[in-house]
């Protein structure tokens, strides 16, 4: 498949998945994410590949959903609707279950989804110039899958979900969001670094272990969780008649992104 809003390089035994949409910082729309999910398959099948290394180009690695106004949407008959509307988890659960290791190389800002995103990965090495964050709850939405509770700390995992803010990269770091936080300009070079590394140890061995360190995860419920949020981000989707939530989605309309962030940040500027 000839990918246009990704990059996929396979070298020694490492491939390389680079969100490709710099001029949007990599949001992720269904066309991404289609293409995204169809490179997860092929490195999935890929018995030359050990390890699985995933960024973005730019200046971020992805600002979460586009949700700019204009967006289109491809209508489906009603009992494809489940499908369609839980894309994007779906694509996303491919990277958690994903027969190779993976690092996520976080350059730039992570949210919502993409913060989403850089937490499925196994490995998660972050550019000291990184935010992270899941913003998603000042605009009425939820995050599109339930991985901090397996993450970090439970005030920690309350204070981002409840306020919608965001951290730096060595914040991120002490809260347990990432391995190591290194200078911008060596983010790439480290990752392929630990990647290496990685790919050097028996595939078997290594994959095995993964499957051994997935299954405790389920043992914690990890797939009920993810289900049972699904139904709430349905049951979320389904509320129009939130009064902040029409009020929000017409100033994105009418006024365009700027003028949506602006007033969806607002209250929160002067509360610290």
């Not at 990277?95 to 993976?102: A, E, F, I, V």
Request: aromatic share 8%.
């Amino acid at each position: 498949m000839n990918y246009e809003l990704i990059l996929l390089e396979i070298e020694d035994g490492v491939a390389t998945l680079t969100l490709n949409r710099p001029e949007k910082l990599n949001a992720l729309n269904a066309e991404l994410l289609r293409e995204f999910s169809d490179a997860l398959d092929s490195v999935h099948g890929d018995h030359d590949v050990n390890v699985l290394v995933l960024t973005g180009a730019g200046r971020a690695f992805s600002a979460g959903f586009d949700i700019s106004p204009g967006q289109t949407h491809e209508a489906v008959p009603p009992t494809a609707h489940w499908d369609a509307t839980h894309l994007a988890p779906r694509t996303i659960m491919k990277l958690w279950n994903l027969r190779q290791p993976t690092i996520c190389a976080v350059n730039g800002h992570a949210l919502a989804a993409g913060n989403v995103l850089a937490m499925t990965a196994d490995i998660v090495i972050a550019a000291d110039n990184a935010v992270f964050g899941e913003p998603e709850v000042r605009f009425v939405a939820h995050s599109p899958a339930i991985m901090l509770p397996y993450m970090i700390p439970f005030r920690h995992l309350n204070w981002l979900y409840f306020t919608g803010d965001t951290v730096d990269a060595l914040t991120a770091e002490r809260w347990n969001m990432v391995n190591k936080v290194v200078p911008a300009d060596t983010l790439m070079e480290e990752a392929m670094r630990v990647a290496r590394r990685i790919a050097s140890v028996p595939p078997y061995a290594a994959q095995m272990m993964k499957r051994s360190i997935k299954g405790a995860y389920e043992n914690m419920g990890f797939s009920s969780a993810f289900e049972n949020h699904l139904m709430i981000r349905m049951i979320e989707g389904m509320a129009d008649d939130v009064p902040e939530k029409e009020a929000l989605r017409a100033i994105r309309e009418e006024q365009g992104m700027r003028a949506f962030l602006q007033a969806r940040d607002a209250p929160f500027v002067s509360d610290s």
